[in-house]
């Protein structure tokens, strides 16, 4: 019996990962600006083109640490958790399969081609393994270990801060939104 989690669960829960962990990241930076006191309607306060790619290396970074402890301590993510999946390594959890595993999942990722192809593999892989997991001697299976009410939990406030986020700095980041909504004092955050 193949226990290997589907290729649409593991999309999904990727999808949900980059939304939670964007999330907090949101939530990292409006403390930031809370503590410098970044006024949102300051038209002069936008983010300069150089200082957002640092941001978006640093988010980088920050996602593939990130990965690595959490898949070492806890075998899953947040994404995953929520679509009941973990990580089995064939040789042991190690921190060096964990680093070579989230290393190419990263590049996979954040240059999209390849995580097309990477995906398109696994979906025609009858272990449904992408390339970060056939180079890591992994797979993701439909089971979980951990309560999967604390990855939907995590999964929510993170996205629910990137909304949060994008609303109140959208003008900030240079970034216009209109949604069209009247403004009631429920959208007051």
């Known amino acids: 019996m193949n226990t290997n989690a589907s290729i649409s669960d593991r999309a999904f829960a990727v999808l949900l990962d980059l939304l939670t962990f964007f999330g907090f ?36 970074i920050a996602y593939f640490v990130l990965d690595i402890l959490l898949t070492r301590i806890f075998a899953t993510t947040p994404g ?11 040789r042991g959890n190690s921190i060096l399969h964990n680093i070579i595993r989230s ?6 990722l954040f240059t999209v081609i390849p995580a097309i192809f990477s995906y398109l593999s ?26 999967r009410a604390l990855g939907v939990i995590t999964v929510l406030v993170g996205i629910a801060l990137l909304v949060v986020f994008i609303y109140k700095y959208h003008s900030v980041l240079g970034v216009t939104i209109d949604l069209g909504l009247p403004h009631y004092k429920i959208f007051d955050v």
């Open 25 to 60: 990241a949101g939530g990292v930076c409006m403390m930031i600006f809370s503590v410098n006191e970044i006024n949102t309607e300051v038209s002069e306060a936008l983010v300069s083109r150089n200082t957002l790619i640092k941001i978006c290396i640093a988010l980088v």
């Open 103 to 108: 290393f190419f999942k990263v590049i996979c």
């Open 80 to 90: 995953k958790l929520c679509m009941n999946c973990d990580v089995d390594f064939h």
């Open 122 to 147: 696994a979906s025609a892989d009858y272990d449904t393994r992408t390339y970060h997991d056939r180079i890591a001697k992994s797979n993701v299976t439909n089971t979980t270990r951990t309560p």
